[in-house]
């Protein structure tokens, strides 16, 4: 179930979007920015959602008061599908 935690629409501070080097990323970075809002876009090549130790490595590019984008993947075209 998604529960909101503002009564009314809030423009977050920075959004974080993983999945960088995906199709659906660039639109969206694209969309934020014209927004004002700043993006970390985070791709595979900076950060191996699958590797050993990446929930320590993201955690450390998070701060407190930012929102999460996940557009990240694991595809069967790039040999991820078991």
């Given at each position: 179930m998604l529960v909101h935690g503002f009564e009314?629409?809030?423009?977050?501070?920075r959004v974080v979007l993983l999945g960088a080097g995906g199709f659906l990323a660039?639109?969206?970075r694209r969309f934020l920015e014209e927004e004002s809002v700043p993006v970390?876009?985070?791709?595979s090549k900076e950060l191996d959602l699958t590797g050993p130790g990446a929930g320590e490595e993201l955690a450390a590019l998070l701060r407190p008061d930012d929102a999460v984008v996940m557009a990240a993947a694991l595809t069967p075209e790039k040999g991820r599908d078991n």
């Open positions: 009314d629409a809030v423009k977050p501070v660039p639109e969206l970390r876009a985070v791709g």
